[in-house]
């Protein structure tokens, strides 16, 4: 399961910066930095981990959802969803 990161990004000018050699940025580009933000993680089970630990991909592998059953606890599957998901999990390991 890929990490979305819980983050806002906020445009900051960087005169010193230097261009990107492969043609990318100039100087004086705007260069990304992060707030913790983020929005949809209210209403989620996950509501009370902190950005730092959603963010750390130790704390994604150990959280990881890796069984029908788990997944089933986050979203309502038909019959036919559970059995295909179980079918295509004994050759495609989630």
Not at 24 to 46: D, F, Y
Not at 75 to 94: A, K, N
Request: with cysteine.
């Amino acid at each position: 399961m890929d990490s979305i990161p819980c983050t806002e990004t906020v445009e900051k000018t960087n005169a010193e910066e230097p261009p990107d050699p492969r043609g990318g940025a100039s100087l004086g580009a705007p260069s990304v930095l992060s707030t913790s933000t983020c929005p949809w993680k209210a209403k989620s089970p996950w509501r009370n981990v902190p950005d730092s630990e959603w963010n750390d991909f130790k704390w994604q592998l150990r959280n990881a959802i890796k069984t029908v059953d788990q997944l089933k606890q986050f979203l309502p599957l038909t019959p036919e969803e559970e059995r295909r998901l179980r079918d295509v999990s004994q050759t495609y390991h989630f």
